[in-house]
């Protein structure tokens, strides 16, 4: 096999030398054959040399032997160099892996949960012909979002809020620049779309808006809410305690959705939730149907009903309190139209003595197609009235008012807004307002 292959190479050789011998003498052919056959020779040497090493590197190395590394090959020698074998491309870094938690059960694996933060925050300026008022600049509320999710179906969702106060530095100690607040603290289970439970402190859904925009005035289009579902008002429930059953079905496209809720509702300050617990042993509860037709985009139309009992500070009575709400949404940016209605009844334990308050308002923004689709103006329209025999509401005030703005979205997650009110309460004259608000998301 030696000899066949020292033959191909010497054809493979000689062919040149053919050439070359047609233009020299028969001794200068014979000198060039020979030194092709050396160096023919020391080639095959060298693949033999090769091919041993190969063998022996195949072979399993003794763990104690130490790694001998190759000779180089001799610079007057020529090496035969092999390509290297494919590899697979290397896998990308992998990040560290989360710190474990701390006492988890033996027999469970997990990891930390990842929190998620998301802020809001507004300024504002106001200034009102009304008698004996300041105006001027003021800071809104600093608002932080707080989500994470703790298994694949249970979730936990929190809103802190931080509001400037108008006695900040006043009183023994002094009063802090801003009140804190845990506006809402929610752990939630999710079983499937049709069955859901969570437990914590909520947005009453009792009414659409209290339900949709939250704390975070860039969240809305309009400076203000409506005074109805205003933060501190007293006119609904704001917040309510407790546990809530909700979820969804498709029910042939109008993709029904429910709410059911008990709880602490209000405390002896009506505009306060129960947050340390009920003050009459007393559970309120709620149900909140509404639907969202699949072939209607954005339109959403329910109802819902509340039922409390309270039993109001520094007094020995007790009021029942039914609340029956309405709204009729559409939810898009040419044209949103939203509009709400609710009626509480109060009625006094061991008397006949009933009244009824009832508060609604219409508003109408429209996104204009011009200046790439940047401004919004809207209106809104609102009413309240309570009769003088509802004593709960005595702090609340019989309301007529209409705004007018324009939003302005500076960027995707900042707006300027600017709003005319025109408010007219029983016994007051009519006050006129201009209000500008920067808001924004973080």
């Not at 070359?20 to 020779?41: F, H, M, P, V, W």
């Not at 205003?230 to 809530?244: E, K």
Request: net charge neutral.
């Amino acid at each position: 096999m030696r000899s066949s292959r020292k033959f191909g190479c010497l054809l493979l050789l000689f062919s040149p030398a053919v050439i070359y011998g047609q233009t020299a003498d028969a001794a200068d052919s014979k000198e060039l054959i020979r030194a092709l056959l050396n160096r023919i020779d020391q080639l095959e040497k060298r693949v033999a040399d090769l091919e041993s090493h190969s063998a022996t590197a195949a072979a399993p190395a003794p763990q104690n032997a130490p790694a001998v590394p190759n000779p180089p090959a001799p610079q007057d020698q020529l090496a035969v160099v092999q390509p290297p074998p494919e590899q697979a491309p290397e896998a990308p870094p992998q990040p560290a892996p989360p710190p474990r938690m701390t006492g988890e059960h033996p027999g469970m694996t997990g990891v930390m949960p990842a929190m998620h933060l998301q802020g809001f925050s507004d300024f504002n300026f106001s200034a009102t012909d009304q008698p004996h008022t300041h105006s001027g600049f003021s800071e809104g509320q600093f608002v932080l979002h707080v989500y994470s999710q703790l298994s694949q179906k249970v979730s936990y969702f929190g809103e802190l809020s931080f509001t400037a106060r108008t006695d900040a530095g006043l009183g023994s100690p002094p009063a802090p620049g801003f009140n804190a607040e845990v506006e809402r603290s929610i752990i939630r289970f999710d079983e499937n779309d049709y069955f859901k439970v969570s437990f914590g402190r909520y947005h009453t859904p009792i009414n659409w808006w209290n339900m949709t925009f939250h704390h975070g005035a860039w969240l809305q289009t309009t400076v203000s809410r409506p005074e109805m579902v205003q933060f501190g008002g007293s006119f609904l429930p704001i917040h309510f305690v407790g546990a809530l059953v909700e979820g969804a079905f498709p029910a042939n496209g109008l993709n029904l959705n429910y709410n059911i809720g008990i709880g602490n509702g209000r405390s002896s300050v009506i505009n306060r939730s129960g947050d340390w617990g009920d003050i009459n042993n007393n559970r309120a509860w709620l149900v909140t149907v509404f639907s969202r037709p699949s072939r209607l985009y954005g339109f959403q139309v329910g109802g819902s009903v509340y039922r409390d009992l309270i039993t109001p500070a520094l007094s020995n009575k007790a009021y029942r309190e039914w609340i029956e709400s309405g709204h009729i949404v559409w939810q898009k940016e040419n044209p949103e139209i939203i509009a709400e209605f609710s009626n509480v009844t109060h009625q006094q334990v061991d008397t006949s003595l009933i009244s009824n308050s009832q508060a609604w308002y219409v508003q109408m923004a429209y996104r204009l197609p011009w200046f790439e689709r940047l401004w919004k103006p809207y209106y809104r329209f609102e009413y309240i009235h309570i009769p003088l025999s509802d004593p709960l509401f005595r702090l609340v005030p019989t309301l007529a008012g209409s705004t007018v703005g324009v939003r302005y979205d500076i960027s995707s997650f900042a707006a300027l807004k600017f709003e005319w009110r025109n408010q007219r309460r029983p016994g007051d004259l009519r006050v006129n307002g201009v209000f500008a608000q920067t808001s924004f998301t973080f």
